[in-house]
């Protein structure tokens, strides 16, 4: 598939010049058939056929499949979640805590990697670290200081608010090094550049389709490596967390479906196979490829002084300083331009993928 041909699937393009998709991105229509072709064989055709549970099963299982290829990972390593946020809450409520014990974040973490670990400062007693960054940078020293004695490093690949790249590989050797398991928050990456957990090393990977992999919202997904898995020990259970759920007793599946729970929706899920097979058809390195040339024209048009992101391409994600972000954002949506505004810094963000165009940027470009 050609990067035009994507944007023809997504009628929403010909009303608005949509920069936002480090927020959400809409679906193509080929993501939202798949969706409702699922729906409508849950409903309409499994009951009279293979059974509504078995239909369920076997998209939660090819799910797990499709997941686990474009993650270079295991189809035992993957669990189906609903979101970032979710993935993230999981592992942190299966993790056995004790008082005392060291959570190091980045101060680039959306609030999905903030608040599991504020609440379980408030009920467990651990304490929380936050590795301070320069502009999304880190510093190698102060991190291998902050996890010498650490429990686990929650950090992002790609940082939402600046658009850089975090080391994961090396910062991951260090937090191993000193004993500290690895979350990464890997959202702002699946659909926009490749991904192998497995070059990583990381304990955990959460990420979802909503973003970048133009996927439909309530898909997402959870990596848990083969030697982390006994490390949790889920707070919450259901029929789809345990190798046999009619039993007296019970016992957690041994992969990374522990943390899965109950029935849930499987439309999403179809929705998600679809758009990994959209961004796979056109294909990563032209995903990347093109991406990079786009952000390059954005910033030519930006000071030095305003572009708080890399000049040198890093991520799709392109931050510009604005005196009133959000009065900036509502100014542009008159001109039919969507971007968004962040909190820290206080500044404007422009998400620029694959189906955009050099008008779009143009467009923007003029609005500012």
Sequence with gaps: MDPLDLREEIPVLDEVTYLNTGAASPAPTSVVDAATDEIERQQHVAPAAEGSYPALFETFAETR???????????????????????????????????????????????AGV??????????????????????????????????????????????????????????EIAHDAGARVLVDAVQSPGQVDVDVGEWG????????????????????LYVA??????????????????????????????????????????????????????????????????????????????????????????GLVTIAADDPEATVSRLADEDVTIRSIPSPAAVRVSVHVYNTDDDIDALCEVL
């Design 65 to 111: 499949e499709r997941v686990a290829e474009f993650l270079g990972a295991d189809t035992d390593e993957i669990a189906l979640t609903q979101s970032t946020a979710d993935g993230i809450s999981r592992v942190a409520t299966a993790l056995p805590w004790q008082e005392g014990d060291v959570v190091v974040r980045t101060d680039c973490e959306h609030s």
């Design 115 to 172: 608040l599991p670990w504020q609440r379980l400062r408030d009920t467990q007693g651990i304490e929380v670290r936050v590795l301070e960054t320069e502009a999304g940078r880190i510093d190698r020293e102060q991190a291998t200081e902050l996890l010498a004695d650490a429990d686990l490093l929650c950090l992002s690949s790609i940082t939402w608010n600046y658009g850089t790249r975090f080391p994961v590989a090396e910062l991951t």
């Design 202 to 221: 990381a304990d955990f990977v959460v990420g979802a389709g909503h973003k970048w992999l133009c996927g439909p919202w309530g898909a997402g997904f």
């Design 226 to 315: 083969d030697e982390a898995t006994d490390a949790l020990v889920p707070e919450r259970v259901g029929y789809r967390s345990v190798t046999d759920p009619e039993g007296d007793s019970y016992e957690f599946s041994a992969g990374a479906k522990r943390l899965e729970i109950g029935t849930t929706s499987p439309a999403p899920y179809a929705g998600l196979q679809a758009a990994m097979d959209a961004i796979d058809s056109i294909g990563i390195d032209t995903v990347e490829g093109r991406i990079e040339r786009l952000t390059d024209r954005l910033k030519e048009g930006i000071d030095d002084d305003r572009l708080l992101s890399p000049r040198e391409y890093e991520s």
